[in-house]
């Protein structure tokens, strides 16, 4: 099912100032795409999350869930959680520690008051699907993490809700458990008909999972995209600052060419990804470290930029090495293949490809 | 939904409020007034009579000296409880949470009385026998003085202070004891340099919660001092209001008035003390145990020190009023003693109408009291956890409040009120005033249940359809349900031997058993008291076995 949220605003106070934790949100989510929302603690995107299973109560706007309108401060509508049909994954995966397993996954069928042995063949089948067959009859906060998360996912699943959202899951799992789970997410939801909304800080888990991520501050959607279009082309010195590491140098625009545009630095003249910024305006230049690459060359390949400098700092992290290169009066953090050999204080050259140089206003 | 919400806040703080503030204000009310059954006009009469009386700084002296002397002993052994159980490899630890569980097994009353039984200077049993192994003229020990108070009341606050000290001594931060270790320090130095000086908020609060029950203790004060006349404020307040023909409820007031004073500043002082305990003490996360501190050559010293205590405060005492309800007068134990002994003490109480009647008092104030507190508690709770808006913090405030309320003062404001309506001399009076003096034990395990409960369990049911009612009835009623019944039973345990209020509210046809405890020690009945006094200890103790058996069923999963 698709969602669709127009003009959401909700408002606290705290210290008797108001702030709005959601400020003025619109958004369409389409049916059976994995939809995450990207931000630091405190961005708005939990609250989002419970306006959309229905936990908390927004102050103005419309939320609509495969067309039904579940929320509307206009209409003066409001739908209860318990009647919106969806399945979610707490964060704490708030499972209730008085009852089974077998409980805990059968409860959503219960309250739906179903024959007896149709819950049982279903919860059955989702113990199956989750992998955790065997386990029923014990209780269900004696299982590990992991396991336990699996229990909250059979269970925001076993009533095959056509929308489910999952509020920071994986964050309370240590970082190899994480990794797999995170894959082991992905191909659960891929096997069935379903909306995912997923709600997230990190930015790995959001790349990994999403077709579409947005990423928020303050309340509000800055940039909205999939995985790579937010990667490698955001429009926002936020956006592309929290989804890598990225180096930002101060830049003025000087003129447009043939699908790039030219930009001034202490480093010289950049081509970069064409941007329609007026000529003679301010705006930083974005460039990802493993973009920078080190070549023998004497002159750029066709196309590319070349750079020269001295690498000043060098330091061995494993599958890299990390350098700190000082060009003209700036410095690049470029990441280099450990089979090129490179010692602190040499002079390298460098090529950059004009695609992956993003001018970004602010 | 908000709306009804709001509406039950509101209910509830008028119930509580009524509850906490009116036997405050009536106090205050009454203390300025000119007799019990008539306000008057307004007169500070009272307050100059009561302050100029020349008896009142001996009292004073008494209490000071009393209450410091209780809780120093109190605290002080608490510490080295606390530090033997959670430091070091001491054996037998099961005996400490015994120890700890101990008052609620035996009426302080009780304990008091079966002191004065062993160690009275006429013919107390271990006096006696004393007396005999040295040849002596007189009683070598007298129970009846200062002395012998601060002993008693420091073994019966004991295992408040260690409850308070004790979690924060196991919940401390190893690695700052050993980097004093590793820095030169020895065991003792660091013991004196980093622990203690780390644990002080513990301390201190557990030192404040020891005074603020001393001052309000009644019952210690009249088994031991009033036979020694050693008065202490609450005696001295209870003897305004019983002696002579005319009892002055007045001047009882207006002295009252500066002991809740007290009370209160003390009680908020505790607050403050244990909201800042959270700064010092540290817990690690990393899930390591403290180090256990080999006694070596001290461990069975030691241990014997504990046994010793154990012995003091459960053998010993409910052995000498066994002892004593099986026999016709004092005696030392030997040969004549087992000939003299019988059942007629217990048969005597039984075909005792009213002995009878304060069984059946007590019953019915425990068991309806405490399903009426409980009810009310659970609301409380619920509201101060559930919903953090101001008017829940005045609730929590005001159930807070009345943990300092000294019975007895309760007892006169209530006096003051009840003596206007048609309730006075009644068994709702009285349970009205328990309910009142007794709400934050009702209300603080039910406050940790609810917090124990996390929002996300009952949004998780809501989100898999589960409608209002089915989520409370089958996630959050579950999960409360052990705090609901060790709620109900720590009051229907506090109520069953209730004395300090039900000493001032008590009428002919109101008597409760620790009244009637109190008749018989008057009267000089100790047979007959004994035998009623193990018919209290072993009713405490089954809901007190009983809270622990519901406790550990539920704890299971």
């Known amino acids: ?362 | 939904m908000t709306r009804t919400r709001a509406q039950l806040v509101w209910l509830l703080i008028a119930i509580v409020g009524f509850l906490t503030l009116c036997p405050v204000l009536m106090l205050l009310a009454g203390s300025f007034s000119q007799g019990l059954t008539a306000f008057g006009a307004f007169t500070a009469h009272k307050y100059v009579a009561a302050y100029t009386d020349p008896a009142l700084a001996g009292v004073i002296v008494n209490t000071l000296v009393f209450v410091l002397g209780a809780s120093l002993f109190s605290t002080v052994l608490a510490i080295f409880l606390s530090y033997l159980n959670t430091r070091t490899n001491i054996p037998w630890k099961g005996a400490f949470t015994l120890l700890s569980i101990v008052p609620m097994m035996i009426p302080h009353l009780l304990f008091a009385i079966s002191w004065a039984l062993l160690l009275n200077p006429s013919n107390g049993l271990m006096n006696l026998v004393l007396r005999g192994a040295f040849g002596l003229e007189q009683s070598p020990i007298n129970i009846y003085s200062i002395g012998g108070m601060i002993f008693v009341e420091g073994l019966l606050n004991l295992p408040i202070a260690y409850l308070v000290i004790a979690p924060a001594m196991g919940a401390f931060d190893v690695s700052l004891e050993e980097s004093s270790r590793v820095s030169g320090a020895g065991t003792l130095t660091t013991l004196r340099r980093i622990t203690l000086p780390i644990l002080r908020p513990a301390i201190l609060a557990a030192f404040t919660l020891c005074v603020v029950r001393a001052l309000a203790s009644y019952a210690v004060p009249r088994a031991l001092g009033t036979p020694g006349r050693v008065d202490v404020l609450a005696t001295y307040l209870y003897e305004m209001i019983s002696t002579g023909f005319a009892p002055d409820y007045g001047q009882a007031a207006a002295l009252g008035m500066s002991v809740l004073s007290a009370s209160i500043l003390l009680i908020v002082l505790y607050r403050a003390l244990t909201a800042e305990g959270g700064k010092f003490v540290t817990i690690s996360s990393r899930g390591f145990k403290p180090a256990i501190i080999d006694l070596k050559g001290a461990r069975l010293p030691l241990f014997v020190v504990v046994a010793l205590l154990c012995l003091l405060m459960i053998v010993i005492p409910v052995g000498a009023l066994f002892y004593t309800s099986l026999l016709p007068y004092s005696m030392v134990p030997g040969a004549r003693a087992l000939a003299l002994m019988s059942w007629q003490n217990w048969i005597e109480m039984v075909h005792d109408d009213i002995t009878m009647r304060a069984l059946q008092n007590s019953l019915i104030l425990a068991i309806v009291g405490a399903s009426l507190g409980v009810l009310l508690s659970l609301f409380a709770a619920y509201v101060t956890v559930k919903l953090r808006t101001k008017a829940a913090g005045l609730l929590e405030m005001l159930t807070f409040l009345s943990f300092s309320f000294p019975g007895i003062v309760i007892g006169i404001g209530f006096m003051w009120f009840f003596v206007q309506t048609p309730l006075y001399a009644t068994l709702t009076a009285m349970m009205l005033a328990y309910i009142a003096a007794y709400l934050p034990y009702g209300v603080r395990p039910l406050t940790s249940a609810f917090v124990q409960v996390h929002a996300h369990l009952e949004e998780s049911s809501q989100v898999c359809g589960a409608p209002p009612l089915t989520t409370m009835r089958r996630i959050v009623a579950p999960l409360v349900l052990p705090g609901i019944v060790s709620a109900w039973i720590l009051m229907a345990t506090m109520f069953i031997r209730e004395l300090s209020v039900s000493v001032v509210l008590s009428r002919p046809g109101s008597e409760v058993l620790a009244v009637r405890i109190l008749n018989f020690a008057d009267d000089g009945l100790w047979g007959k008291l004994s035998a009623l006094g193990i018919v209290m200890i072993l009713l405490s103790t089954g809901m007190v076995l009983a809270a622990t058996y519901a406790g550990r069923k539920f704890k299971r999963h």
């Open chain 1, 1 to 362: 099912m698709d969602i669709r949220i127009e003009g959401l605003c909700k408002y606290f106070t705290s210290d008797g100032k108001t702030v709005a934790a959601l400020d003025h949100v619109d958004l369409s989510i389409p049916a059976n795409t994995f939809f995450t929302l990207l931000g630091p603690s405190g961005c708005g995107k939990t609250t989002l999350l419970r306006c959309i299973v229905g936990l908390e109560t927004p102050d103005e706007g419309e939320i609509s869930i495969g067309g039904e309108v579940v929320w509307s401060s206009r209409k003066g509508i409001f739908v209860p959680p318990e009647k919106r049909g969806l399945g979610m994954v707490f964060q704490t995966y708030a499972i209730w520690p008085h009852m089974s397993v077998f409980d805990n996954i059968a409860y959503p069928l219960q309250v739906r008051k179903m024959d007896a042995a149709l819950i049982r063949e279903k919860v059955a089948k989702a113990l199956r699907f989750v992998q955790l067959e065997g386990v029923e009859r014990r209780s269900a906060t004696k299982l590990s993490g992991g396991q336990q998360q699996r229990v909250a996912l059979a269970r925001a699943l076993v009533a095959e809700p056509r929308v489910i959202l999952f509020d920071e899951p994986l964050s309370n799992l240590d970082a190899k458990l994480r990794e797999e789970t995170r894959r082991e997410l992905r191909r659960f939801l891929d096997e069935l008909d379903i909306t995912a909304i997923y709600v997230t800080h990190d930015r790995v888990e959001a790349l990994a999972l999403s077709d579409t991520i947005a990423v928020m501050r303050a309340g509000r959607i800055v940039e909205m995209g999939t995985p790579q279009d937010i990667y490698f082309n955001a429009r926002h010195r936020y956006v592309a600052d929290f989804i890598g590491r990225a180096n930002q140098i101060e830049a003025t625009v000087l003129r447009h060419e043939d699908g790039i545009t030219l930009a001034e630095t202490g480093m010289g003249t950049i081509a970069c990804q064409r941007r329609e910024l007026p000529a003679g305006s301010r705006a930083t230049l974005c460039i990802r470290p493993e973009f920078i690459h080190i070549t023998s060359r004497a002159a750029a390949p066709e196309g590319k930029t070349a750079l020269e400098g001295r690498i000043e700092a060098l330091e061995f992290v494993g599958e890299v090495y990390e350098a700190e290169i000082a060009v003209a009066g700036e410095r690049l953090l470029a990441r280099i293949d450990p089979d090129v050999a490179v010692r602190q204080g040499d002079t390298v050259r460098m090529a950059i490809d004009p695609a992956h140089c993003l001018l970004l206003s602010a």
